[in-house]
C-alpha cells in the first residue's frame, strides 16, 4: 500500500541548528532515500518551497480568492513528502523513524495512507 510521509518544518527549529546539523539532515536524507530506493519502497519525493512562495487559492463568497502564504498564523509549513509503497503501515512508520526530522525537537512527520491517485503511474 501507498503511505505519504509529509514533512512539517518550522523555521525558528530549522535556523536554531548548527551548520553541522543542517549538513547532518541533508546527509541523513540521501542516505534515507538511498536505502528506500535500493528495498524498492520508494516511489518519489519532493521539497516545497516555503510559504513566502506559496500561493493560496480558495473560495470566498463564491469568487475565487488568491493570496499570499499556505495558511494563516501558523510557523510550521508543509516542507516536502515522501511517497513510499510498502507491505504495512507499521513498515511506513518504520521507514518514518529514519529520516533525520524524526529526530529533531520540534520538526514532525505524518504518515498517511494513499486512499486514490491519478496521473503519473508511480
Do not use: C, W
Request: glycine share 10%.
Amino acid at each position: 500500500m501507498k503511505y505519504m510521509i509529509l514533512m512539517h518544518v518550522s523555521p525558528d527549529v530549522l535556523n536554531a541548528l548548527t551548520a553541522e546539523q543542517q549538513q547532518a539532515i541533508g546527509a541523513g536524507h540521501q542516505a534515507f532515500i538511498a536505502n528506500a530506493t535500493e528495498t524498492g519502497e520508494m516511489l518519489s519525493t519532493h521539497a516545497l518551497g516555503g510559504p513566502a512562495q506559496t500561493k493560496l487559492v480558495r473560495s470566498v463568497g463564491g469568487r475565487t480568492e488568491v493570496v499570499d502564504g499556505p495558511f494563516a498564523e501558523t510557523k510550521e509549513f508543509m516542507g516536502g513528502y515522501y511517497l513510499i509503497d510498502v507491505d504495512s503501515e507499521e513498515r511506513a512508520i518504520e521507514l518514518a523513524t529514519q529520516i533525520p526530522d524524526a529526530g529533531i525537537d520540534g520538526l514532525a512527520l505524518e504518515v498517511r495512507p494513499v486512499m486514490f491517485s491519478a496521473g503519473a503511474d508511480i
